[in-house]
């Protein structure tokens, strides 16, 4: 019978160990120490944030503005908010 190409049949030898794979020891990551992968995972660092796109002085004072503003406002809902259940329970509690 003929066989398909790629077929996965094992070599004529019949020896399984003929087809050893090479041993791998993960990549880079296998082959340094401890401060080797600190100082990889340090680099990595540096380069993500170098990949940012930083906001320049007067978008900075813009957005620190509406979240100063926003915050205020949700201080005061929630102050309106408590007092209204405060007086609420004085009223059901007496």
């Known amino acids: 019978m003929t ?6 049949a094992t070599p ?3 020896r399984p160990e003929d087809e050893a794979p090479a041993k791998r020891r993960g990549g880079k990551r296998g082959k340094k120490g401890p401060l080797g992968r600190l ?3 340090y680099r990595q660092v540096v380069a993500e944030l170098r990949k940012v796109v930083w906001p ?3 978008q900075l004072s813009t957005y620190t503005t509406v979240v100063i ?3 205020v406002i949700v201080i ?3 102050t309106v908010i408590d007092y209204g259940f405060e ?3 004085k009223y059901v509690f007496g």
């Not at 066989?3 to 996965?8: H, M, R």
């Open 69 to 71: 503003v926003f915050v």
């Open 56 to 58: 320049t002085k007067s």
């Open 87 to 89: 007086q609420a329970v």
């Open 76 to 78: 005061g809902l929630v």
């Open 3 to 8: 066989e398909a190409l790629g077929s996965t």
């Open 39 to 41: 100082g990889l995972f």
């Open 12 to 14: 004529e030898s019949g």
